[in-house]
């Protein structure tokens, strides 16, 4: 009896597989194309990237193994690399956060529009991000010559005497550039704020008004929030990603390197090394220690929107 237990168990499991592959087959088939993507472009070169951090690799010879030396040169004997860490925190401090609330804001304002008004909003908030190198235009209006916008206006209001050097000197440089990353930022997270905005159960917006809710911040709380966790955790993944990887802005707009480094971020840190200096091993550990603050953080923010969701 046991003898034909055992060897019906093996028929069981396979037509068990057997059938779990034709319910899902089509759904593998779909998922195929991306899962190869996303393995040959993103997990494989971070497993490159952790490899090569334990290595000295020049490009032109062997990667060769020298434990964890770069990570000891990273944190005892780079001065300008914890100028790079603190330019990079104060980014994602402050426009990581701000630039979160912003985008959910403008969603929501442009929300109570109809839905012409909402679409020509949308765009012209999106645009920025949409345009590419088209923060450019700033470099015209922070010129430091008396041509720049900037300098003009304040000149002609009395306000400056002279020209200020607003891309090259270190009291403006980092404020400048936050101010552009800023205007950048209503991203991917704004649009999937704009779409969860529209998905929402309207007969819970009725149910509230029924029932006596007091203004729109409470319906806001109780109604709208609760039912955009997914959305905002998405906006907060591409938040973070965005303010961490501040950096071919801040060189195009005030040099590489920048005056006394005052805008130098891990991002030109690892192109510093990697693409100038040709040290591929030590620009791999910047890069995994970058990867590891970003992971870091998502978790963080992960579990914070985990509790207040909870609560």
């Not at 990570?71 to 630039?99: C, E, H, Q, W």
């Not at 090259?168 to 400048?176: A, E």
């Not at 802005?249 to 590489?256: P, Q, R, S």
């Amino acid at each position: 009896m046991s003898m034909k237990n055992g060897g019906e168990q093996p028929v069981l499991k396979k037509k068990k597989i057997y059938k779990w592959l034709k319910l899902q087959g089509p759904s593998l088939v779909f998922l195929a194309p991306f899962t190869i993507l996303f393995v040959l472009f993103t997990i494989l070169p971070i497993l490159a990237a952790v490899g090569l951090s334990f290595t000295y690799f020049n490009m032109v010879d062997s990667p060769a193994f020298v434990g964890f030396d770069n990570y000891i040169r990273m944190l005892f004997d780079d001065d300008v690399f914890f100028i790079a860490l603190k330019n990079t925190a104060v980014f994602a401090m402050i426009t990581g956060p701000v630039s979160y609330i912003l985008s959910f804001l403008t969603a929501w304002l442009i929300n109570e529009f109809n839905r012409f008004v909402r679409t020509i909003l949308t765009l012209v908030f999106y645009l920025p991000s949409l345009a590419g190198n088209v923060y450019f235009v700033w470099v015209y209006i922070f010129s430091g010559d008396s041509y720049g916008l900037l300098n003009d206006v304040l000149i002609r209001l009395g306000i400056l005497s002279d020209p200020q050097q607003w891309l090259s000197d270190t009291k403006y440089m980092l404020g400048v550039v936050i101010v552009v990353i800023l205007w950048l930022s209503l991203g991917t997270g704004f649009l999937a704020f704009v779409a969860g905005l529209q998905s929402m159960d309207r007969e819970l917006f009725e149910a509230a008004a029924i029932d006596g809710i007091p203004n729109r911040f409470a319906e806001l709380w109780y109604i709208t929030l609760p039912q955009m966790v997914p959305q905002l955790l998405f906006g907060a993944v591409m938040q973070i990603s965005t303010s961490f990887a501040v950096g071919y802005e801040c060189m195009n707009l005030t040099g590489f390197p920048s005056t006394d480094y005052a805008t130098h971020t891990l991002v030109l840190h690892i192109l510093d090394f990697g693409q100038v200096r040709f040290e591929m091993g030590y620009a791999c550990a910047v890069a995994v220690f970058l990867f590891a603050m970003m992971l870091l953080m998502w978790k963080a923010v992960n579990k914070l929107l985990s509790v207040w969701q909870e609560g």
